[in-house]
């Protein structure tokens, strides 16, 4: 299971380049829709976040889908022993 790297928004994402080096997204920037530090981020996608538009780079993706994945883990872990969602 991935782990957040400091803070439950911020994740080390591995670039699929091997030789480079990996890229922090925080999920937490611009009101959510995320950044990363990546070079189509900073060139392509950056500028369309800035004017508004909800787009992400492949590695904001990935870092979303990890921390869905950990969130649902955290929460299953602190449900295990409180009453279920009964009525
Ligand atoms: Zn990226």
């Known amino acids: ?3 957040p ?10 670039s699929s ?4 080096s990996p890229y922090l997204v925080d999920l937490g920037a611009y009101n959510g829709v ?3 530090q990546c070079r ?13 538009e909800r787009v992400h780079c492949k590695h904001v993706r990935i870092a979303r889908e990890r921390f869905t994945n950990w ?11 409180q009453k279920q969602y009964e009525q």
């Open 71 to 81: 969130s649902i883990e955290a929460f299953r872990n602190h449900d295990k022993n």
């Open 40 to 52: 189509y981020w900073v060139c392509q996608v950056g500028p369309r976040v800035k004017r508004g």
């Open 17 to 20: 380049e091997s030789k480079k």
């Open 34 to 36: 995320g950044e990363c």
């Open 5 to 14: 790297h400091d803070y439950a928004l911020r994740w080390i994402i591995e």
């Open 1 to 3: 299971m991935h782990q």
